[in-house]
């Protein structure tokens, strides 16, 4: 397939650029045009940020997954659609193709549809990262359910918030899943997570480790068998078929949650048509996907970075997805190189903090691995550092292949701002330049708009792209709160920015009470309720620091004010705390016992004073007249871990 709206030089970004700004509605209409509708739009975009309300392509009619699958059955039933690297590297590479990826997605639909799950319902998917978790998304996708796909890493009393959150009725997971070393018993967390609830009604269980498991008559049933009766139902003399729901443009395709400033994760929702399009046109120009290419991202399928980068981008581009189940680490740092030489991978795109942890090994792992295949190289997730950038460069692009540095977030669906790899040029640590469609502003705290270069300030969007979030899932009050109302008529991003002389951007961290830790979003405030959940805990509070692997380390200031004299079962009880609570990506790094914490006469905390603290900085405070008690302010300092 060409892509007529692959960029391919400076001088057509540049152009690209000018008529997305120019006339947004005549240049996406054009980019639609690429993919398979059962009907086109009436109208191009209608929108404000004001409600918000935004809505592109309406009217329309189609699925995503005869654009991910179906049309490219007529010229690429053979070639890979998904090449699945398990856990252990001793165990057998599997190679879905075109021709299977479309048969096991229609089995599934059909799974689903025997289970009773119907258009718009939700489906929970909590599982490893095995090909069937592919299969589990775009058989919801083709029938038209809405997948809320949950981190294996998350809790049994978040997976209970989120589907309480969004109402699911259905549940897919595995017996277990492998991940280095480890075996994750996630149905045995599905089990716990669901003690109480009284709406989900079928649980679809995948068998992965074969760690025995509970099986509740009426309620769990085993995929393998579901999938079995399935195939009878969707293959007749040789043909395969299950009719993909015809969807509006606006449906809602998924909920993703992520953490804000405050306790709750919200349900970010992606709506079909402005989703596809944004995952298709980022993932081709971006990586500069050409036919044929092996495209590896290493992220997990639980996080939005595998939703557009490993399933939804690369599939509707027609290339060839590499899944991996396992870990950087595992059985050893080699791991990435061995996977990049077996497979002769071609693009890799992965979070700095795997690069830095995988620097800590030194370039011993490299060496013996062909990685001459890698063509481009792609980070994302957090700031990198420079070090990291030049070692990524240095070692493994062997300073021949183009790194792109991608931002975006959960809510933009896909790349906002990032070099095109190989057609507009690189600067270490600066995601660059907006893609087409894209209008960044920096703002200053009282929303002025900051002209001209060599600035920085808060970062902003002042134009609807296609892939931007819809509403956050039956609470739009509070879609609105969040991202379009700190700053009138424009999208806040909760990022700190800095533009240099030529225009590059510079994604500098956030601005709110969001931390990013190994890439990973946490908010603080979900942090403290969990640690504040102790029984011994009466106050805590949580702020970011900077580690030198996963970027920003958990920080925990606790008044406690029980049980056990020992510190340092203290704080392990607190850690299991929290990972009972969120789970175990939220423990905190370091937890300092205070008295008392800085606050103000109105009995805000004063976070700024503690993250200095935390980040090491004793000397300036800034400020600290207006605490109510100054004296609290030495004995952290004094404690500091
Ligand atoms: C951060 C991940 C600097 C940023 C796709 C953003 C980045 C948050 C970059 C979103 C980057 C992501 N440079 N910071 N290239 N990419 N971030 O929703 O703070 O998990 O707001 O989406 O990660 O995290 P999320």
Not at 150 to 158: E, T
């Amino acid at each position: 397939m060409p892509y007529s709206y692959q960029v391919r030089s400076s001088e057509q970004y540049q152009e690209a650029y000018k008529k997305s700004v120019v006339d947004p509605e005549g240049f996406w209409a054009a980019v639609a045009e690429n993919f398979y509708w059962h009907k086109k739009w009436d109208k191009v975009l209608d929108w404000n940020f004001t409600e918000p309300k935004i809505e592109w392509f309406s009217g329309a009619r189609l699925n995503i997954t005869e654009n991910c699958i179906d049309r490219h059955l007529a010229t690429m039933a053979d070639q890979p659609a998904i090449i699945w690297e398990p856990n252990n590297p001793d165990e057998r590479t599997r190679t879905v193709t075109y021709a299977s990826l479309h048969k096991r997605v229609c089995q599934f639909a059909q799974v689903l549809k025997n289970n009773g799950v119907k258009k718009g319902d939700r489906v929970c998917i909590y599982m490893g990262m095995v090909p069937e978790l592919a299969y589990a998304i775009l058989g919801c996708a083709r029938i038209g359910a809405v997948h809320s796909v949950i981190f294996g890493g998350f809790s049994a009393q978040s997976i209970a918030d989120r589907l309480e959150d969004a109402k699911a009725e259905f549940i897919v997971t595995c017996d277990g899943a492998y991940r280095g070393g480890k075996d994750i018993p996630l149905k045995s967390v599905i089990d716990d997570a669901l003690i109480g609830n009284k709406t989900v009604k079928r649980v679809i269980v995948y068998t992965r480790t074969r760690t025995p498991v509970s099986m509740i008559k009426g309620r769990d049933v085993w995929w393998e068998d579901e999938m079995e009766f399935a195939e009878t139902q969707i293959e007749k003399d040789g043909v395969v078929s299950f009719p993909a729901e015809e969807m509006d443009a606006e449906d809602p395709l998924f909920i993703l949650y992520t953490s804000g400033s405050t306790g709750k994760p919200k349900g970010v929702v992606h709506s079909v048509a402005g989703y596809m399009v944004w995952a298709n046109y980022t993932f081709v120009n971006v990586f500069q996907y050409r036919q044929g290419q092996i495209h590896f991202c290493t992220a997990d399928i639980g996080w939005i970075t595998g939703h557009s980068y490993i399933v939804y981008g690369p599939l509707s581009a027609g290339a060839t997805s590499l899944m991996f189940e396992g870990v950087p680490t595992y059985p050893d740092a080699g791991r990435f190189w061995d996977i990049v030489d077996k497979h002769k991978v071609n693009i890799l795109y992965t979070a700095p903090t795997a690069i830095r942890s995988l620097m800590g090994f030194g370039t011993a792992p490299l060496a013996g691995k062909d990685l001459s295949s890698l063509q481009i190289l792609g980070t994302v997730g957090e700031p990198i550092n420079e070090e990291a950038w030049h070692w990524y460069d240095e070692n493994v692009g062997k300073k021949k292949c183009p790194v792109v540095d991608t931002w975006w977030q959960t809510e933009t669906g896909g790349i906002l701002i990032s070099n095109l790899a190989g057609v507009t040029p690189s600067k270490p640590t600066y995601a660059t330049l907006p893609l087409p469609g894209v209008q960044p502003v920096l703002v200053d705290e009282n929303g002025a708009i900051i002209e001209g270069n060599n600035v920085s300030g808060n970062l902003c969007i002042k134009f609807p792209w296609p892939g931007i979030l819809r509403t956050t899932y039956g609470d739009h009050e509070r879609c609105r709160l969040n991202y379009f109302s700190t700053y009138k008529n424009l999208y806040f991003t909760g990022d700190g920015c800095l533009r240099d002389e030529a225009g590059n951007y510079r994604i500098t961290g956030r601005v709110d009470d969001v931390l990013n830790v190994s890439g990973h979003r946490i908010g603080t405030a979900e942090v403290e309720n969990a640690i504040n959940m102790h029984t011994g805990v009466v106050e805590s509070a949580v702020v970011g620091y900077p580690h030198d692997i996963k970027g920003q380390g958990i920080y925990a200031y606790v008044i406690y004010n029980g049980h056990h004299e020992d510190e340092s079962l203290r704080r392990a009880d607190i850690a299991q705390t929290v990972a009972r609570v969120i789970g175990a990506i939220a423990k905190p790094d370091k937890i300092q016992f205070v008295t008392g914490l800085p606050k103000t006469r109105s009995g805000k905390i004063m976070r700024r004073i503690l993250r200095k603290i935390a980040e090491g900085e004793t000397a300036n405070l800034g400020d600290t007249t207006t605490l109510l008690d100054p004296g609290v302010v030495e004995e952290i300092k004094n404690g500091k871990l």
